[in-house]
Structure formats: C-alpha cells, structure tokens
C-alpha cells in the first residue's frame, strides 16, 4: 500500500489499547482467546478495511530479517500470538494471561457464532477443490452460515485490472469477514496492500483452509498444548517445512 493509500485509511479504533509485546522487533498482542473474542464482539463495525496477521516463530523471524515485512506485521490491528514460544516469551516478561491464540482456533470460534450474531465470510486463497471441499464442510458443519463468496486465485502477482476486479467483487457481497489462506508471507503482503481497499475485515490463517477441507490433519490438542504442532506439520510435509523450521526454530531459540 503506497503512503498515499493509507493515508486513506483511518482506523476507527485506539490501537495503543490494545497490549503488546514486541519480539524480535514485532508487536506481537499480548491477549488470550477471550480477549479476542470480545474484542471481535466489540467492535466489529470498527474493523471493516483493517487486517489481523497470525504470527508464529517463522513468521516473527522473517519479519527481523525483513524490514518490510515487518512494518506490514506491526500496521495490522492485532498480529495474533500463533506459535506458543510467543506466548511463552509474553508471559516471561509478565503478560501472564497471554496465550498461544491460533488463526485456525479463531476463525472456527468465529464460525461458530456466525449464524447467531449474522456475520458473512468471504475465503480467498488456496485452491478451487480446497474450497469447494470448504464449502461443504463449512456448510456441514454449520448450517445456515453466509458464505458470501469464495476466490482461489493465480499462482502470480495479480495483474491490476484483475486486483481491481477481485475488489470489487468482495466488496459487492461485503462480508463481514475475509479469511485470506495464501500463506506466510504472501498473505501479510496482500492485507496490508489491500488495507482500506477492501471492506471487510481480513485475517490472515495459513492453512486454515486445509484444516477445513481436511487436506492435512491438526495436531492432537496435547502436542498444541505443548507447543508442538509445528513438529505434527512437519511429520505430514517434510519436504516443504523442514529447512523452513530448521533456520527459523534454531535462530529464534
């Protein structure tokens, strides 16, 4: 997003409220789940246009190395405490409600509650079959929910009439949320371009979407407790996710 565009955007809520811990140069929330929740609650109306990240220690390393990315990272409304070693660090340094707080866990919180409380939800990313299995799980799992509109994009940068059209074409539904599953970081780069731009509020969740269609599987809630879903990950996907946590897990530690 140029300067001039954000200049555009004025956020509707006192980001200084909101507690952070900076890691590695990120201004990671110190919240737990609960605290977003009400938080999402609260002021939903106010997040239209805004972006939420989800970091974890890939995510929070790359942005050290990465002055850019990381400034994307810190102009979010919330970048999400994704990997427990987050949190973890957060209560060290005496925010003791901190905890891990997952984009996926967030985002089936948030469908649960849809229905209810009326929100819609647009789903950009991954592939038409990952969401066309989304959608029947989606509807499945949580009859009556408002999917306003699913996009799988091209494997390229978008051309700029074609940025122009997906714009709009969200914002003609304008759902209340918009899932982003293009992963880390491509997916921060496309909310904070978009910021302002497009109407509903993003949130980036990784594999989210995989989870959903059930292309791969979560790791049992005790490994999640411990910290060690990343090793689940990396059991089911050697070949992608090694080097990547072998840099990112050792320079973090």
């Not at 209810?116 to 509807?139: A, D, Q």
């Not at 879903?229 to 059991?235: A, C, F, G, H, N």
Request: charged content about 25%; glycine content about 8%.
């Amino acid at each position: 997003m140029s300067g001039a565009d954000r200049e555009l955007f004025k956020r509707k809520i006192d980001k200084s409220k909101i507690p952070t811990c900076k890691i590695l140069g990120v201004d990671i929330a110190a919240i737990n789940m609960n605290w977003l929740l009400k938080f999402t609650e609260t002021y939903i109306d106010k997040l239209k246009g805004d972006y939420m990240t989800v970091v974890n220690v890939y995510s929070c390393v790359s942005a050290y190395e990465d002055p850019e990315y990381c400034r994307i990272q810190n102009r979010a409304i919330i970048a999400m405490p994704d990997g427990g070693p987050l949190s973890t660090v957060g209560r060290k340094r005496g925010y003791k409600k901190m905890e891990r707080t997952t984009g996926p866990s967030y985002m089936e919180e948030i469908l649960k509650v849809s229905v209810e409380k009326g929100y819609s939800h647009y789903f950009y990313g991954s592939t038409p079959e990952t969401l066309e299995k989304m959608r029947t799980k989606l509807l499945e799992s949580y009859p009556g929910l408002n999917i306003a509109g699913m996009y799988s994009p091209p494997f390229r940068a978008l051309t700029e009439e074609e940025d122009k059209l997906i714009i709009e074409r969200i914002n003609e539904v304008a759902p209340t949320f918009v899932w982003i599953g293009l992963g880390a970081p491509k997916q921060e780069f496309f909310m904070s371009e978009h910021q302002g731009k497009i109407s509903g509020f993003m949130v980036g969740v990784g594999a989210g979407f995989d989870y959903i269609a059930g292309n791969i599987n979560r790791a049992p809630e005790w490994m999640q407790k411990r910290n060690l879903e990343w090793v689940y990950r990396l059991i089911q996907d050697p070949r992608r996710l090694f080097k990547k946590y072998w840099h990112t897990n050792f320079k973090f530690i």
